[in-house]
Nanobody, 122 residues
Framework: QVQLVESGGGLVQAGGSLRLSCAAS????????MGWYRQAPGEQRELVAS????????YADSVKGRFTISRDNNAKNTVYLQMNSLKPEDTAVYYC???????????????WGEGTQVTVSS
């Protein structure tokens, strides 16, 4: 089994910052990419940011210049999302995502965390 454990959500005023963490554990051979998605009430889940095993990052236009995704240099299965200059429209449940191999030569699997609430007050 594979687990993704998220932490770091909460309530913050507009203009403030939060840092989300996600640690993947379990039967993992290698991680291809990890990312953060978010889903606001009544909205579709959308990609916020992702990072590949090679360090290539991708961001939604709405968060470019404000959010930064990174990996822990020591714990390669851990990813962070630093969120600065938060806006009320960033309010959503944030989900960690990982695309990984459970065994060398096996298929890729996609896993999701349970989500962490981020609320930005105006």
């Amino acid at each position: 089994q594979v687990q993704l454990v998220e932490s770091g959500g909460g309530l913050v005023q507009a203009g403030g910052s939060l840092r989300l963490s996600c640690a993947a554990s379990g039967s993992i051979s290698s991680i291809n990419a990890m990312g953060w998605y978010r889903q606001a009430p009544g909205e579709q889940r959308e990609l916020v940011a992702s990072i590949t095993s090679g360090g290539v990052t991708n961001y939604a236009d709405s968060v470019k210049g404000r959010f930064t995704i990174s990996r822990d240099n020591n714990a390669k299965n851990t990813v962070y999302l630093q969120m600065n200059s938060l806006k009320p429209e960033d309010t959503a449940v944030y989900y960690c995502n990982a695309v990984l191999l459970r065994a060398l030569g096996g298929p890729m699997y996609k896993y999701w965390g349970e989500g962490t609430q981020v609320t930005v007050s105006s």
